[in-house]
Every structure is written in structure tokens, then in C-alpha cells.
């Protein structure tokens, strides 16, 4: 079970300046109270999808089955996609697997090894492909895009699709999996027409909601997770946000202190800090949920407030050594957010050495699980101290319950959050006119998206008109070059 801890974020412990007073708090039940039953009465309207994936059978039923048949024949499981169709994979594979699964036997993995392409980076792309292909035949790909038309994903997959044609001929088709849009789109398309396996995208979930859908459960599946176990969590965690007695509701208390934070404290940037290795792709993870569902110009009726914390991922105790100098002593507009484990998947002790060295002995026979808890409280102990706040989602320990408990826990406090802020927490226009941007650059043809046309100030733009718009931004102007 996660547990959230918010005694750090009180006045009490930071002062009334920057830590949240019973007062404001009360102050905010109201508010807290009408976003939340908001969305209880958008969910059983059925507009928020997400909320339907824990108890989704026919999802988890497909996804086992598939990973049932295509499992004994693969060595490697190659995933292609980008934002949320690649985040939510690697935070499953990196809180769940041990970080060394793609070094394992093949009896101890239990499943492929894994390789999530989440990058056009050539070298990562020409690198993991050069070390693949020699297994292509034993070499599965999932390639997920919910139309099929992202540049990054489709890119990756026409090149791998032409390796897999040059080793298997006309047989590569069974080496792909497409997890797209159930109806329509580019990649569905490209399936229908040449015959590979299909797992849907739910159409009424965005990316980055999508990590219990589909989307994330096949390559967990493929690689040994208990996904049944994922959503017995997430469902779990469902129950719990339904709470109406918001005090007592843990995502409602969370989206309302990082609220009161960012509104009445002044505190713009919100940093989640796992002190674990295996729950930093969480925060990877939430970046992107938190960023683009809440990073928004106007209000939804149209006012503009050019709103959003900004979430920043740090990694306890490494960071300790990088940033905790400007946590405490630089300006004080962040709220730490720890993710902390009472339980580690392994520990190590430490060896009984040095017993005359003051400087060593305290040490002796310790546990690193030990080590790194005294870490995270002196972490928190010295914020405090600096009236920094922070709050700590505790998990019992690292399982499949407990990260599909994470995953619908932040999604439901982002929701929260969009009805606190007055803005739609579920589109990304800002991100339409970059990716359009690279389709004229790279010379698609036809029009630009009218969203796009609208952001330029006009009705409609063909592709190479932006093109031309660009040239004075792309061309390189010495007189700035150094």
C-alpha cells in the first residue's frame, strides 16, 4: 500500500510562509470537494476513460494471451514509441525487473530481454539495431502510435521493418505487434494491410494516461510482471480516491497541498525525489503526465492564465550531491515530492570492518536499506530546517500492487489538479505545432492542422508555406555564432 506523509508541508514544520496552516487547509476543502465530485459525475458520464482501465478484462485478457503465444518463440522484446507510449513501459520495466534483467540467462529472465526506443537519437537507434541484428528472427517489436502519424515512432519503424523484410521475407509481418487505435489511422491501416497482431489503444485515453492499458501492460506481461497484480493495485487505489471525505482521500489531499503550494506558497517547481533506483522511471513517468496535462495558456473558458508547476525529477541520495545545495539555499519556489520504500526488492549489509576507525565503524553491519533511509530523513530534516516543504508517498515495498497504486494515484491527483486550475488537464494543443512544424520540414504535403493554422494567426497554411515561414529560424545567422 502507498501511504501519502505531508507533515513536512505544514506550517508547522516550515513555517506559515511556506508551509500549509489547518487553516488553508479547511480554506480548501470546498474547492477540493466540488473538483472532486466533478469528477465522479464525469466518470460515471463515462468521459474519463482511464478511470475504467484497472476493471478493463477484455484489455488485460488480450494482452495475456497474446503475451502467452508470442513469449516462447522471442529473445528480444524491441518497444518503438515516444512520450506516453514508451514512459509508462520503461517505469514498469525499471520498478519491477531487476536492473540487470538484460543481462540474465534466458531461464533466469523469464521472458525477453527489452529495449524501449524512445528516442530518434541515431546512435541509439543504430546501436540498439546493430546489437539486435543478429537475433531478428527471434526478435519481436511493438510499435505504438494511437494514429500511427508520430514522426519519431513511424521513423523507427520503417527502418526496422526493412531489417525484418531483409532477414525474413515475406514472414516478417509475424514479428510485429501494433498497438494503435482499434478503427482508423496510419498504423492501423498499415496492420490491417499486412497482417500484424493488434492491441488497442482505448480511444477515449490519452498517452499519457495509458500506461494500464494496453500500451504498457504487453511488454510488462512480455517480460514476467504480474499485470493482474498492477491492476488489482490501481483498482485498490481507485477505491480509495472515492472517498469523499477529502481529508481522508489520499489523491484529493495531494493535488490539494501541491495546489496550495503552487497557488498561495509561491512554489512553481515541483521535483519528485524517489530514494530508490527502482522507482525513478515513475518520475520520468509523471514529468510528462504532470507537464502536459496541467502546463496550459488559458482557462477553459478562454481566459488566459498561462498556468502549470513545473515537475523536475531528482534521484535521492545521488542527488543529495548535485542539487540539494540549491534545494536549501537557492530560491525557495520548489515542493519535494520523496517516493520512499520500506521495503527494497534485495539488500546488502555492509561488512563488519574497521572497529577501531571512528570514521568507519558506525558503518559496521549496517544495511544499505538503512543507509539510505537515515539519507532520505536527514534529507528532509535539513529542508525543514531551511523552511523548505516536503511530503513523502511511502510504499510498503516495490511490487505490482503497489506501482499500479502510484499510477492511478497521480493520474486521479492530475485530474484534481486540472479542475482546481479551471483548465482542460486531457488535450496538448501546445505540442501540435512542433510536430506539424517537423512534417513541413522533412516536406509532407497538403495542409497543417486547422489547430495549428489558428496557433499562426491564420485559417489554413499548406505544409510548405510553414516550411518557407521557418527558413529565417532554421538558417544559421553567423553574427550569433561563436
Same mark, same amino acid.
Given at each position: 500500500?502507498?501511504?501519502?506523509?505531508?507533515?513536512?508541508?505544514?506550517?508547522? =514544520?516550515?513555517?506559515?510562509?511556506? %508551509?500549509?496552516?489547518? *487553516? #488553508?487547509?479547511?480554506?480548501?476543502?470546498?474547492? !477540493?470537494? &466540488?473538483?472532486?465530485?466533478?469528477?465522479?459525475?464525469?466518470?460515471?458520464?463515462?468521459?474519463?476513460?482511464?478511470?475504467?482501465?484497472?476493471?478493463?478484462?477484455?484489455?488485460?485478457?488480450?494482452?495475456?494471451?497474446l503475451a502467452a503465444e508470442l513469449r516462447p518463440g522471442t529473445t528480444d522484446l524491441l518497444v518503438l514509441g515516444i512520450?506516453?507510449?514508451?514512459?509508462?513501459?520503461?517505469?514498469?520495466?525499471?520498478?519491477?525487473?531487476?536492473?540487470?534483467?538484460?543481462?540474465?540467462?534466458?531461464?533466469?529472465?523469464?521472458?525477453?530481454?527489452?529495449?524501449?526506443?524512445?528516442?530518434?537519437?541515431?546512435?541509439?537507434?543504430?546501436?540498439?539495431?546493430?546489437?539486435?541484428?543478429?537475433?531478428?528472427?527471434?526478435?519481436? =517489436?511493438?510499435?505504438?502510435?494511437? %494514429?500511427?502519424?508520430? *514522426? #519519431?515512432?513511424?521513423?523507427?519503424?520503417?527502418? !526496422?521493418? &526493412?531489417?525484418?523484410?531483409?532477414?525474413?521475407?515475406?514472414?516478417?509481418?509475424?514479428?510485429?505487434?501494433?498497438?494503435?487505435?482499434?478503427?482508423?489511422?496510419?498504423?492501423?491501416?498499415?496492420?490491417?494491410?499486412?497482417?500484424?497482431?493488434?492491441?488497442?489503444?482505448?480511444?477515449d485515453v490519452g498517452g499519457r494516461f495509458s500506461v494500464l492499458s494496453p500500451v504498457g501492460l504487453f511488454s510488462a506481461?512480455?517480460?514476467?510482471?504480474?499485470?493482474?497484480?498492477?491492476?488489482?493495485?490501481?483498482?485498490?487505489?481507485?477505491?480509495?480516491?472515492?472517498?469523499?471525505?477529502?481529508?481522508?482521500?489520499?489523491?484529493?489531499?495531494?493535488?490539494?497541498?501541491?495546489?496550495?503550494?503552487?497557488?498561495?506558497?509561491?512554489?512553481?517547481?515541483?521535483?519528485?525525489?524517489?530514494?530508490?533506483?527502482?522507482?525513478?522511471?515513475?518520475?520520468?513517468?509523471?514529468?510528462?503526465?504532470?507537464?502536459?496535462?496541467?502546463?496550459?495558456?488559458?482557462?477553459?473558458?478562454?481566459?488566459?492564465?498561462?498556468?502549470?508547476?513545473?515537475?523536475?525529477?531528482?534521484?535521492?541520495?545521488?542527488?543529495?550531491?548535485?542539487?540539494?545545495?540549491?534545494?536549501?539555499?537557492?530560491?525557495?519556489?520548489?515542493?519535494?515530492?520523496?517516493?520512499?520504500?520500506?521495503?527494497?526488492?534485495?539488500?546488502?549489509?555492509?561488512?563488519?570492518?574497521?572497529?577501531?576507525?571512528?570514521?568507519?565503524?558506525?558503518?559496521?553491519?549496517?544495511?544499505?536499506?538503512?543507509?539510505?533511509?537515515?539519507?532520505?530523513?536527514?534529507?528532509?530534516?535539513?529542508?525543514?530546517?531551511?523552511?523548505?516543504?516536503?511530503?513523502?508517498?511511502?510504499?510498503?515495498?516495490?511490487?505490482?500492487?503497489?506501482?499500479?497504486?502510484?499510477?492511478?494515484?497521480?493520474?486521479?491527483?492530475?485530474?484534481?489538479?486540472?479542475?482546481?486550475?479551471?483548465?482542460?488537464?486531457?488535450?496538448?494543443?501546445?505540442?501540435?505545432?512542433?510536430?506539424?512544424?517537423?512534417?513541413?520540414?522533412?516536406?509532407?504535403?497538403?495542409?497543417?492542422?486547422?489547430?495549428?493554422?489558428?496557433?499562426?494567426?491564420?485559417?489554413?497554411?499548406?505544409?510548405?508555406?510553414?516550411?518557407?515561414q521557418m527558413r529565417p529560424f532554421v538558417r544559421v545567422d553567423k553574427k550569433y555564432l561563436v
Amino acid at each position: 500500500m502507498i501511504r501519502l506523509y505531508w507533515k513536512n508541508a505544514s506550517a508547522g =514544520v516550515v513555517g506559515p510562509e511556506h %508551509g500549509i496552516s489547518d *487553516a #488553508e487547509l479547511d480554506s480548501a476543502g470546498e474547492q !477540493v470537494c &466540488r473538483a472532486h465530485q466533478k469528477l465522479m459525475a464525469q466518470w460515471q458520464a463515462g468521459r474519463l476513460g482511464y478511470v475504467k482501465l484497472p476493471y478493463r478484462r477484455d484489455y488485460r485478457d488480450q494482452v495475456m494471451q497474446l503475451a502467452a503465444e508470442l513469449r516462447p518463440g522471442t529473445t528480444d522484446l524491441l518497444v518503438l514509441g515516444i512520450g506516453g507510449s514508451a514512459l509508462g513501459n520503461i517505469a514498469l520495466q525499471t520498478a519491477l525487473n531487476p536492473v540487470t534483467y538484460n543481462l540474465l540467462s534466458d531461464r533466469k529472465r523469464g521472458g525477453p530481454r527489452l529495449f524501449v526506443l524512445d528516442n530518434i537519437d541515431p546512435a541509439l537507434v543504430g546501436d540498439t539495431l546493430s546489437f539486435l541484428g543478429r537475433r531478428l528472427k527471434t526478435t519481436l =517489436v511493438n510499435v505504438i502510435s494511437k %494514429g500511427g502519424e508520430a *514522426a #519519431e515512432t513511424l521513423g523507427q519503424f520503417l527502418i !526496422v521493418r &526493412r531489417m525484418l523484410q531483409d532477414k525474413l521475407g515475406d514472414d516478417f509481418a509475424r514479428r510485429i505487434v501494433a498497438t494503435t487505435d482499434a478503427e482508423a489511422g496510419t498504423l492501423h491501416d498499415l496492420a490491417e494491410a499486412e497482417g500484424y497482431e493488434t492491441l488497442p489503444v482505448p480511444p477515449d485515453v490519452g498517452g499519457r494516461f495509458s500506461v494500464l492499458s494496453p500500451v504498457g501492460l504487453f511488454s510488462a506481461a512480455m517480460c514476467g510482471v504480474d499485470i493482474e497484480a498492477m491492476l488489482a493495485g490501481a483498482a485498490a487505489m481507485k477505491q480509495r480516491v472515492e472517498e469523499s471525505d477529502w481529508l481522508r482521500n489520499p489523491a484529493a489531499l495531494l493535488a490539494a497541498i501541491q495546489y496550495l503550494a503552487y497557488v498561495n506558497k509561491r512554489k512553481p517547481l515541483h521535483v519528485m525525489m524517489p530514494y530508490s533506483n527502482r522507482l525513478v522511471g515513475l518520475a520520468d513517468w509523471y514529468r510528462q503526465l504532470w507537464a502536459e496535462s496541467l502546463g496550459k495558456r488559458a482557462t477553459r473558458n478562454g481566459v488566459e492564465i498561462w498556468t502549470g508547476p513545473t515537475p523536475i525529477k531528482a534521484l535521492g541520495a545521488t542527488d543529495q550531491h548535485s542539487q540539494l545545495q540549491l534545494y536549501r539555499q537557492g530560491p525557495n519556489d520548489k515542493l519535494i515530492v520523496f517516493l520512499a520504500a520500506a521495503k527494497h526488492p534485495r539488500d546488502v549489509r555492509i561488512p563488519d570492518a574497521f572497529a577501531d576507525s571512528p570514521g568507519v565503524s558506525y558503518l559496521r553491519k549496517a544495511r544499505l536499506s538503512k543507509l539510505l533511509a537515515a539519507e532520505k530523513a536527514a534529507t528532509e530534516y535539513a529542508l525543514a530546517r531551511s523552511r523548505r516543504p516536503s511530503v513523502t508517498l511511502r510504499f510498503n515495498s516495490i511490487t505490482p500492487q503497489s506501482v499500479g497504486e502510484f499510477f492511478y494515484l497521480y493520474e486521479f491527483a492530475t485530474s484534481l489538479m486540472g479542475e482546481l486550475l479551471n483548465i482542460n488537464a486531457y488535450d496538448q494543443p501546445a505540442v501540435e505545432l512542433g510536430k506539424q512544424a517537423t512534417f513541413a520540414l522533412l516536406g509532407r504535403g497538403g495542409n497543417v492542422k486547422d489547430q495549428v493554422a489558428a496557433d499562426l494567426g491564420q485559417e489554413t497554411i499548406t505544409y510548405e508555406e510553414l516550411a518557407k515561414q521557418m527558413r529565417p529560424f532554421v538558417r544559421v545567422d553567423k553574427k550569433y555564432l561563436v
